[in-house]
């Protein structure tokens, strides 16, 4: 099911889903991936978002961002979200040789968010070297 934001819900008050702004990594993920798709496929609204998530301001891009080598963080559209013991990142990272792919780490019960900035970080990194090797022939 599509999460429902507070927002829809303010509009229509009887609308079908969670009662708060929710979503779980799975969704956010399969999100990613067709905006990715439809920016592959030459969709202007497809452009339009990784255009808007690729430049988001220096502050939200402190997690998955950061842990892919400083040349290629320019490819790495990301949305944060944060509350008192919530740390969230999700993004499509684009590798050298323009393959793709989504990373979701969504935390809670964050006692330090400087350490899970940081487990952030070091997820993406793993993630990168694993992932971003050129594709065998």
């Not at 067709?34 to 202007?44: F, M």
């Not at 393959?99 to 780490?105: A, M, P, S, T, W």
Request: proline share 9%; with cysteine; glycine share 6%.
């Amino acid at each position: 099911s599509n999460p429902v934001t507070r927002f829809a819900r303010k509009l229509n008050p009887s609308a079908p889903g969670p009662p708060k702004n929710r979503a779980a990594p799975a969704e956010v993920a399969q999100l990613l991936s067709y905006i990715s798709s439809r920016e592959r496929a030459g969709h202007p609204a497809g452009t339009e978002m990784l255009r808007v998530m690729r430049g988001a301001a220096t502050n939200h891009r402190t997690r998955i961002p950061q842990g892919v080598p400083p040349p290629h963080r320019q490819n790495v559209a990301n949305k944060t979200g944060t509350l008192n013991r919530v740390v969230n990142d999700s993004a499509i990272v684009q590798t050298p040789d323009r393959r793709r792919y989504v990373l979701v780490i969504f935390l809670d019960g964050v006692k330090a968010h400087g350490s899970a900035e940081a487990f952030c970080r070091q997820v993406s990194a793993l993630c990168w070297r694993e992932l971003a090797q050129p594709a065998e022939r």
